[in-house]
């Protein structure tokens, strides 16, 4: 079975701008998970969402959002880029929604670059 | 005070050696707790996971919880090169709707096995 697959692997963009990311969950899988890893934070909790509805939330600004599809993929859309929101992006699949969600499975993340 | 506290390492053993992996936390609403192993370039990938205070095996890996003291390990007998990576500890709450999607992460710390 084919893993959490993540596009793009590697992004550059400038102060200001807005990016989107996506993730294409595990076949069967329907929730899926954003986080992001940096070197001071390590690894933070963005949001989840299942069958197209956040579920969960953690505490980032409303500049971080993110949608699910009726295919379960979903994208992370993050608006007027700052400095530290370098990082690297995780997504993660779960085949469960609530209890049995903490089994999850990563992508490998895409990088994102803010100058 | 952070939520959930690893030991910072870097950690470097010889091969064959036994890894002790510890994490402290302080919400005793915790009741999920993972083991996730990251390469270099890579997404965290699961190790294991336990919601009950004991041990639990799985090959040369043992994962312990102790709820009483909010403190978890993981072990690794007869370590080998391809241990080396980082390793992070992860724990989620149950909470009424059992949306525990939302993992909590300690800030991982780097096993180096020497040959």
């Known amino acids: 079975k084919a893993g959490v697959t993540q596009t793009p692997r590697y992004l550059i963009k400038t102060r200001g701008q807005q990016v989107t990311l996506s993730c294409s969950p595990i076949?069967?899988?329907?929730?899926v998970s954003w986080y992001q890893q940096t070197p001071g934070q390590g690894l933070q909790f963005l949001f989840e969402?299942?069958?197209?509805?956040?579920?969960n939330k953690g505490n980032f600004p409303g500049r971080f959002s993110g949608r699910q599809f009726s295919n379960s993929r979903s994208e992370m859309n993050v608006s007027t880029l700052e400095l530290g929101d370098s990082a690297l992006y995780l997504c993660?699949?779960?085949?469960?929604?609530?209890?049995?969600?903490?089994?999850?499975?990563f992508g490998p993340g895409t990088r994102l670059t803010v100058t | 005070q952070k939520e959930v506290e690893q030991d910072p390492g870097p950690l470097s053993v010889p091969e064959g050696a036994i890894v002790s992996l510890n994490c402290t936390y302080s919400?005793?609403?915790?009741?999920?707790f993972m083991w996730y192993r990251q390469y270099s370039r890579k997404g965290p990938e699961l190790l294991m996971y336990?919601?009950?205070?004991g041990n639990k095996e799985d090959g040369r890996f043992t994962a312990q919880v102790d709820k009483s003291s909010k403190y978890i390990s993981l072990f690794i007998r007869d370590s080998q090169p391809s241990d080396s990576a980082t390793y992070l500890c992860?724990?989620?709450?149950?909470?009424?709707?059992?949306?525990?999607?939302?993992?909590?992460f300690g800030k991982g710390i780097t096993l180096s096995v020497r040959p």
């Open positions: 993660a699949s779960s085949p469960r929604s609530g209890v049995g969600s903490y089994e999850q499975y």
């Open positions: 076949s069967g899988h329907r929730s």
């Open positions: 969402y299942f069958s197209e509805t956040q579920r």
């Open positions: 919400n005793s609403a915790f009741q999920y």
């Open positions: 336990t919601y009950s205070s």
């Open positions: 992860a724990m989620t709450a149950y909470s009424d709707t059992g949306a525990n999607s939302k993992l909590t």
